[in-house]
């Protein structure tokens, strides 16, 4: 089994609607790390959380960490079609090791 | 333009040759690091080295042999290849002795073993 689930895994929404995508550990996460991918392309860190009950926005995305350190959801307000590609949640289960851990990913589409 | 560039993009070869990707960095960091992306999607750890030096190694074939000149370079030599290495292998870097510092990826190599 995946160190990091992610849910859903693929997901279909009409421009202009909110959702929200899970990364969920069964270790304590030291770091967490959202990136987004689109195809053909390399990964585009987005945000890195730290402690628990941290959230961080940047533009219409929001991460926050819960607060055993867990659990990560990214939120999208207001999707647009710019906003499709896969998304990755990443951690760093070894503290301090810098090993990266990601999940299976979230394919988001938006549909216009 | 700062970035983690790696080379080819794609490359496509028969079983039992011997092929090599490169990977440079210019965002000074200190690590680098080799990614494996399989047709799931699923990105895992192939190595990582920290100022020229191995340290992490998963449990990769020894057919895949990492090299690093210096900490600005990475490349990945793959010895008799096989039809499961095809994949997408992604370079990475990053500041290890800056606490938390995020991977910042290339674009991918694409390879694919006939």
């Known amino acids: 089994s995946q160190e990091l689930e992610q849910s859903p895994q693929s997901l279909i929404v009409q421009e202009g609607k909110n959702l929200t995508i899970n990364c969920t550990s069964s270790?304590?996460?030291?770091?967490l790390y959202w990136y987004k991918q689109k195809y053909g392309e390399g990964l585009i860190f987005l945000m890195m959380?730290?402690?628990?009950?941290e959230e961080k926005s940047h533009e219409k995305i929001t991460a926050k960490l819960d607060e055993k350190k867990q659990q990560s959801s990214l939120h999208i307000t207001a999707s647009q079609p710019s906003h499709a590609g896969i998304y990755l949640c990443?951690?760093?289960?070894?503290?301090?090791?810098?090993?990266?851990?990601f999940g299976q990913g979230t394919r988001l589409t938006i549909n216009p | 333009d700062t970035a983690v560039s790696q080379t080819p993009k794609y490359l496509v070869t028969q079983m039992g040759n011997d092929k090599s990707i490169k990977c440079e960095q210019n965002?000074?960091?200190?690590?680098m690091y080799w990614y494996k992306q399989d047709s799931k999607k699923f990105l895992k750890i192939m190595f990582s080295?920290?100022?020229?030096?191995?340290?992490i190694n998963e449990t990769v074939p020894n057919r895949f042999s990492p090299k690093s000149p210096d900490k600005a370079h990475l490349n990945l030599h793959i010895n008799s290849l096989e039809l499961g290495d095809s994949a997408v292998y992604f370079c990475?870097?990053?500041?290890?002795?800056?606490?938390?510092?995020?991977?910042?990826f290339g674009n991918g190599t694409r390879l694919t073993v006939t």
């Open positions: 990443g951690a760093d289960l070894f503290q301090g090791a810098q090993k990266l851990v």
């Open positions: 990475a870097s990053s500041q290890r002795d800056r606490y938390n510092s995020p991977l910042h």
């Open positions: 965002l000074g960091h200190d690590t």
């Open positions: 080295y920290n100022n020229k030096e191995l340290i």
């Open positions: 959380l730290q402690k628990g009950g």
């Open positions: 270790k304590t996460l030291y770091g």
